[in-house]
């Protein structure tokens, strides 16, 4: 069965730094995809940032130069570093799973992240 475990959320003053983890257990391919994305309430999903295991990181435009996501191969967690936070930041993160970062097919519970001004 394939699972993905986010820790417990956090609050955090502006400009300040947070680092999220994801672990991805039960899926074995040597290939495949994992991003974050983020949502508040009454708003699309937003595209994060995503890691392919061919090496390939994308982020969204809202990100660039502020996030860095990175994966650990020998714990299988995806982290997302998040520095110089601001409050439009704060939402529900969640990380995804997928055969390519065109095709997720699992999403993990989502952990909340609040930003202070």
């Known amino acids: 069965q394939v699972r993905l475990e986010e820790p417990g959320g956090a609050s955090v003053q502006s400009e300040g730094s947070l680092r999220l983890s994801c672990q991805a257990s039960?899926?074995?391919?040597?290939?495949?995809?994992m991003a974050w994305f983020r949502q508040v309430p009454g708003k699309e999903s937003e595209f994060v940032s995503s890691f392919d295991t061919d090496g390939t990181t994308v982020y969204g435009d809202s990100v660039k130069g502020r996030f860095t996501v990175s994966f650990d191969n020998a714990e299988n967690t995806l982290y997302l570093h998040m520095n110089s936070l601001k409050p439009e930041d704060s939402a529900m993160y969640y990380c995804?799973?997928?055969?390519?970062?065109?095709?997720?097919?699992?999403r993990g519970q989502g952990t909340q992240v609040t930003v202070s001004s």
């Open positions: 995804k799973l997928g055969f390519s970062c065109d095709y997720y097919f699992e």
């Open positions: 039960g899926y074995t391919a040597s290939r495949y995809c």
